[in-house]
């Protein structure tokens, strides 16, 4: 086989895919076996611009076995190619493996179990590379980088030119500029593909002729040489280190679906649900040597929130005047900020009597949800159909709206006078900034940031299917007319709480967290009516 393809893309990019191989399929008697192998390149061309063009290539090969439809063996190996990696790093090779046995096709399980039509175990392992960097980060990081600066200058105020800007010489009153070359990245030879090694353990079953279906998978990944900026290495050195293949992350849980389709009378009743449950910990994260365990991302969860916890507020005047003498049995003194009445009491967590940030520690959970999981009942009469989709998340938080102010948060903020009246109370002190030691992002902590669990009505479709004679009478072969919505309900503490999208943060990549917030737009609410007409 021979393919060649080119297609332009919007921004007037030039996309070349080449693949060739050749495929291989055939029987001994119960014997099946099929092979494949593929070589694929392609290149992508900016139009009119000066960067290189992006390339991959590789070659990949795949063998199954099958004996009698009951043993079931798979085998594959691909060796990848990326621009994005130096000489003798650009190629990784990654194989992978399956094994399958279907137990229902066995004779003796015909012949000895009714209630079950289907039943089949397999399990797989493989090793998998990704060479694609995060968002905006650069080309090429194994090369040094280097840029022409000409930046003018203030000649008065300036005695000499800075490093990367422009170079003077003459008289102030008549200078000369000329553009410098200025170092702006060092380069990381040993930068490489960050790999995966995969393995998961399934079971499909099927009861009472299929009327049930139940599939179960256990997965684990551990993901090695994780890209990302170094956390362990001195801040004097005066530039930014290189990007290292450092990190390294452990997931492990499982997924569960099922599917129930049953007919009673000229009722259809059906029910499709999944859970999934996901535990991951960091082991390698390239922590700063000499730093407390407790605050070091090794061992913690992905998204992991560190921050303070609390204990109240400061109620009074006399509260935080006696912290700061360090009164004896006075709350701890807060070495970051000043405090006023109304600000949040952090706890000393490691027992050195000052409040200081090796007092940040890990709380609450992570923003990443350890439960997925989705249902949709159907339901059936006649030719009507009611689909209604459901899908949540549980375990996750979220410290979305911790820097943003909303009307709620100023009627139940802390006041004396709400304090008095016995409030519950919402918010810390109002400040006229957001850099006090209760709300600012760097005094991250478990009364401001929020569980953003949630419940979601996703779809809801009615449809009616018109009978046949009447379509066609109409010259069509089929009529179909629904009613469907999205996104009609939400129900979750977090919004109940901000009045936003519990979902917005969720999954969030790219630009700052400010960015993230100031650019979260609720979902919207679709109401949807149509005709599906087939000639």
Known sequence: ?????????????????????????????????????????????????????????????????????????????????????????????????????????????????????????????????????????????????????????????????????????????APSKYEVMAHNRIGNPDITWETGLKADIGIETGFFKDRIKLTADYFYEKRSDILMDPRGRLTSYGEDYPKLNKGIVQNQGYELELDMQNKFGEFTIGLMASVSHSANKVLEADDPAGIPDYQKLAGKRVGQFFGFETAGFYNTQQEVDDSNNQVVGAWPKNMMAKVVPGDLKFIDYNKDGIINSMDKHPILTSNLPEYNYSFTPTISYKNFTLLVMFQGTMKSMSDYLMTYNYFSFMQDSWTPENVAAGKTIVWPALRDDWNGPSIAPAYSNDFVIKSNDYLKLRNLEFSYQVPVAFAKRLSMNAIRLYISGQNLATWSSFKDFYDVDPEVYIGATGGSQTTKREYAYPLARTINFGVNVQF
């Not at 495929?23 to 611009?49: C, P, W």
């Not at 009698?68 to 190619?81: F, I």
């Not at 621009?83 to 399980?109: D, V």
């Open 1 to 173: 086989a021979y393919q060649v393809n080119s297609t332009w893309g919007p921004s007037g990019e030039l996309s070349y895919n080449l693949q060739t191989g050749f495929d291989y399929a055939r029987d001994f008697g119960k014997n099946n076996i099929t092979g494949l192998v593929r070589f694929t390149r392609r290149q992508t061309e900016i139009n009119n611009a000066a960067d290189a063009p992006f390339c991959y290539q590789g070659v990949v090969s795949r063998l199954t076995y099958n004996y009698d439809n009951k043993y079931l063996l798979e085998g594959s190996v691909a060796y990848n190619g990326s621009e994005n990696f130096p000489k003798g790093k650009r190629y990784g090779l990654f194989p992978s493996g399956s094994i399958g046995y279907i137990l229902s096709n066995e004779t003796f399980f015909k012949e000895n179990i009714s209630f079950m039509n289907f039943l089949k175990v397999r399990g797989s392992v493989g090793l998998v590379g990704n060479d694609k960097f995060p968002g905006g980060t650069a080309r090429y990081l194994y090369l040094d980088e280097y840029s022409v600066s000409a930046a003018t200058l203030n000649w008065d105020k300036m005695t000499h030119s800075k490093p990367g800007n422009a170079y003077y010489f003459g008289q102030p009153n």
